[in-house]
C-alpha cells in the first residue's frame, strides 16, 4: 500500500493506494471537504500528477534490533522458568530503550543485538537479585548496574565473575569475545 500526504493552506490528509486503487483517506488536520478532495485526489494511482501538495510517504523502516531481542528474551525466559513471559506494551518500550542504549554503546543493530544476547546467556553469572529479576521493565531500568556487574564482575573474586567482565570488555570494546 502507498500512502501520500497532501497538504492544503487548513487541512492535511493521508491517502492510501492499494494495487493502484485509492481504498483510504484519513483526515489528519482541518475538516474534510468532499469537493475539493475529489478535484485533487485521483481514484487511480497512476494518475496521480506531480503536483508540490502531494509527498509519498516511505514506510517507517522495521527496528532491526526489536524482533530479534525479543525472540532471544522469550527464549531465554522460557528456559530459566519454564514459562512464557508475558509480553506487554511496557515491556515492549522498556525492550525498545534497551535497544537504543545497546545501539548506541555498540554502534549498530547487529552488534546491539550480540550483546544483548550475550548478556543473557550470561545471566546466572549475575548476583542473585538480579537474576531472580528477570523481567525486561526491572531489567531496562537497572540496565547500567547489569552491565557494570558482567563487565568488571562482583568483589566476591569468583573467577566465573572474572571471565564474564573479560569478555564483556572484550564485547563492547570491539573485540572478539
Not at 509527498?55 to 526489536?66: C, I, L, R
Not at 546467556?121 to 525486561?136: E, G, I, M, S, V
Amino acid at each position: 500500500m502507498n500512502n501520500y500526504e497532501i497538504q492544503f493552506t487548513k487541512a492535511r490528509f493521508v491517502v492510501s493506494y492499494s494495487r493502484g486503487k485509492l481504498r483510504k483517506v484519513e483526515v489528519k488536520k482541518g475538516n474534510l471537504d468532499l469537493e475539493l478532495l475529489a478535484e485533487v485526489v485521483p481514484d487511480r494511482e497512476d494518475s496521480i500528477e506531480p503536483h508540490d501538495r502531494f509527498v509519498k510517504m516511505e514506510p517507517k523502516a522495521k527496528d532491526q534490533f526489536f524482533a530479534l531481542a525479543r525472540k532471544a528474551w522469550m527464549e531465554f525466559y522460557r528456559k530459566q522458568s519454564g514459562l512464557d513471559y508475558r509480553f506487554l506494551a511496557a515491556d515492549g518500550k522498556a525492550l525498545k530503550e534497551i535497544g537504543k542504549y545497546m545501539k548506541e554503546v555498540s554502534g549498530s543493530d547487529e552488534d546491539a543485538l550480540e550483546a544483548w544476547k550475550f548478556i543473557l546467556q550470561r545471566w546466572n553469572r549475575l548476583d542473585p537479585f538480579y537474576r531472580k529479576n528477570a523481567d525486561l521493565k526491572f531489567v531496562n531500568s537497572q540496565l547500567n548496574k547489569i552491565i557494570n556487574q558482567l563487565k568488571n564482575g562482583t568483589n566476591t573474586g569468583q573467577t566465573a565473575s572474572r571471565n564474564t567482565a573479560d569478555d564483556l570488555r572484550r564485547r563492547f570494546s570491539g573485540g572478539v569475545g
